[in-house]
């Protein structure tokens, strides 16, 4: 990496990038843009920071891809390392802004062409190096070992067992209509994830299986400008799904990772009419889904009663389409829910999506002061529970939840329902009457 | 002066609309012709419903969240649009000349509300105007360029309305009202200016994208 940094910029790599990314969006995007500035207002780091001009959308992109152009890639080290700074450091990739241009100017894309400039020069965040690494190697941000993996299943299983009865954790099961993929830090560092989605898919009777490859959906290179290893990674996970002819690819609750898989995953991997081979579900929707149709049922004793909001993230409501299935979920667990303003595709993004969590310490600075527009909407909520079915997300609200003390508690849907579901008889464990 | 006029009324207004109409047809096809390898994400997902509210949406007045967030800006920016259109489109001498040349012509606006209009669209280009040069973040995008075409943008209406009122020397001010429509016109296809056009592409595919893919709004 920092040899990487010493060499020379590799300016045809640079044009050809520009080349290949000279789309007619693109062309029209740059050439057509007005300076009109009313982007400013829906960036959230704007916002943060006293409304800093520098932190406007179009600024970003003229200060980084239309000088790129306009200089055919002729740049030096310093100019990477401000567009470095903008790309990853100014810029979460949620799209709010496209919302709130009068000609819709995709300015998410413009940032991510950036991202892959930079990535061609070897000027990445550390943290994101080492994932793609991890992914290389061992097919997970993680870097975690199938075994291990297969392993924490089992164990899993059984931890499940304690709750609910017959709860299996199958891998690589073929002909499964769901193939539930998981981000890597669920094996890693939270197990009890897949544990508890063990549980709700026994109670609803779902026909699952975790695959033992392409099981983590996370696609981190898709936001460290690594096309290629992009494509690779959800490609690994598509492949899987076909292989054991599963009816659809679930997501857990990850934002990006849904983003990945149904959106930008198909052109990553080259997929020319833009879809994947196998549908893909978000958990927010198969959990709608259960509740509607009545294969999950809350105990109505146990519904949250304080005041409770939901974190719309970037990836699942505005870029996922899944604001209303949420707020449904909500309806059969919290008595007291309490909107954020504003909220649903117009949310603004909690300042850890586009990579920033794992670009690590060196960023939890700006992550923090650009959290402040969202620790402020959650303040104003007074709500005490923030819900979030992303681990994005819920890192950046807890650490928000620190920096500026809002006396909040962040969960996934997955722990709101496996402790409020009320369980069949056939699923009570009978452990408990041994003891 | 008087060949001059015969000039631009003449054989100038054949070349500037030939540029205008030619330029534009010209970028337009040479962005389709990129558009079939490197736009494919367009093609995939296109569906009319949603490409047609992305575009309807924005050509209402403050028919969007981004506009009703700043009213004044979006009531000026409204109005600026529609008077460009309106007031050469309309105006009775324009029309008189289409009339006199072809025997046909569109309707036309009784002159004193010409005339409103016309004041009414210079209002809101300065508007336009003082908002580039007040809000910083308008001020830190703009560059002489978009300052030029703004002013440029406003000179025809202006002249025009000197002509109008006959104050300063008609047949000059007429000549350069001329010029100045003529030169904006041959200015469109090859500037920002296009958006005319590219306007309509740009925001059926951001209704493509978030609509027809995600079912969000994108006004």
């Given at each position: 990496m920092n040899e990487e940094l010493q060499k020379p910029v590799n300016t045809k790599a640079i044009k050809d990038l520009l080349s290949l990314n000279d789309s007619a969006r693109i062309k029209s995007w740059l050439s057509i843009?007005?300076?009109?500035?009313?982007c400013a207002e829906s960036c959230f780091f704007y916002l943060a920071k006293?409304?800093?001009?520098?932190?406007s959308p179009a600024y970003k992109v003229k200060a980084t891809l239309l000088e790129l152009y306009k200089r055919k890639g002729q740049v030096d080290r310093a100019f990477l390392q401000k567009c470095h700074d903008i790309a990853w450091g100014e810029c979460?990739?949620?799209?709010?802004c496209s919302l709130f241009c009068p000609f819709g100017i995709d300015i998410a894309t413009m940032i991510s062409t950036v991202r892959s400039i930079c990535h061609s020069q070897g000027v990445v965040p550390e943290g994101l190096v080492r994932t793609s690494t991890n992914y290389r190697e061992s097919g997970n941000q993680m870097g975690m070992a199938t075994e291990d993996f297969e392993e924490t299943c089992s164990w899993m299983a059984e931890e499940a067992n304690d709750d609910i009865r017959g709860v299996e954790i199958p891998?690589?099961?073929?002909?499964?209509?769901i193939m539930y993929t998981v981000n890597a830090r669920e094996p890693m560092y939270y197990p009890q994830d897949i544990s508890m989605m063990a549980q709700i898919f026994t109670v609803v009777g779902e026909s699952w299986t975790l695959p033992?490859?392409?099981?983590?959906?996370?696609?981190l290179p898709m936001f460290a400008g690594d096309k290629a290893l992009a494509g690779q990674v959800v490609k690994r996970m598509y492949d899987k799904a076909v292989e054991l002819g599963v009816e659809a690819i679930a997501i857990t609750e990850c934002g990006h990772a849904y983003r990945s898989a149904l959106f930008e995953g198909p052109y990553l991997a080259g997929y020319r009419d833009g879809k994947p081979p196998v549908p893909v579900i978000h958990s927010v929707r198969l959990f709608y889904e259960y509740l509607r149709d009545g294969r999950i049922k809350i105990d109505p004793q146990k519904m949250v009663e304080e005041p409770l909001t939901y974190q719309d993230p970037c990836n699942v409501s505005?870029?996922?389409?899944?604001w209303r299935e949420g707020r449904e979920i909500l309806k059969y667990l919290a008595k007291d829910f309490r909107d954020m303003?504003?909220?649903?595709?117009?949310n603004h993004c909690c300042g850890g999506g586009g990579g920033f969590i794992p670009?690590?310490?060196?960023?939890k600075r700006r992550r923090m002061e650009s959290g402040r527009v969202k620790a402020e909407q959650i303040r104003a909520t007074g709500a005490k529970i923030v819900v979030a079915p992303c681990h994005n997300c819920t890192d950046q609200i807890n650490d928000l939840n620190k920096e500026y003390q809002l006396g909040i508690k962040v969960v996934s849907f997955k722990e709101l329902i496996t402790e409020r579901m009320i369980v069949p008889d056939e699923f009570k464990p009978v452990a408990s009457e041994e003891e | 002066m008087t060949e001059m006029y015969e000039f631009l009324t003449g054989p100038g207004v054949w070349i500037s609309f030939f540029i205008f109409i030619g330029g534009l047809i010209v970028r337009t096809v040479y962005l389709f012709g990129v558009s079939q390898?490197?736009?494919?994400v367009f093609y995939n997902h296109a569906d009319w419903k949603w490409g047609g509210r992305s575009i309807f949406h924005w050509l209402l007045?403050?028919?969007?969240v981004s506009l009703r967030e700043q009213p004044v800006f979006g009531a000026a920016f409204f109005v600026f649009h529609v008077c460009l259109f309106a007031v050469p489109l309309f105006l009775l001498a324009h029309n008189t000349l289409l009339h006199e040349a072809f025997g046909v012509a569109l309707p036309s606006l009784p002159d004193s509300v010409s005339d409103i209009l016309t004041v009414v669209f210079l209002v809101a280009g300065l508007i336009l105007l003082a908002r580039r040069l007040v809000r910083p973040e308008v001020r830190i995008l703009t560059t002489a360029w978009d300052y030029f075409l703004l002013v440029f943008t406003c000179l025809p209406f202006v002249t025009g309305f000197l002509a109008f009122h006959q104050i300063g020397p008609y047949q000059s001010v007429l000549v350069a009202h001329i010029a100045c429509a003529e030169a904006l016109l041959m200015l469109i296809p090859f500037t920002k200016l296009a958006h005319a056009v590219l306007f309509f592409f740009s925001r059926a595919f951001i209704g493509f994208e978030m609509g027809t893919r995600r079912g969000a709004r994108t006004w």
């Open positions: 843009c007005s300076r009109c500035g009313l006293n409304k800093d001009p520098k932190l979460t990739t949620c799209k709010r891998v690589d099961r073929a002909g499964a209509r033992s490859t392409g099981w983590d959906c996370t696609n505005r870029n996922g389409g899944l303003t504003p909220n649903s595709e117009y670009m690590g310490p060196e960023f | 390898e490197r736009d494919r007045p403050l028919g969007s």
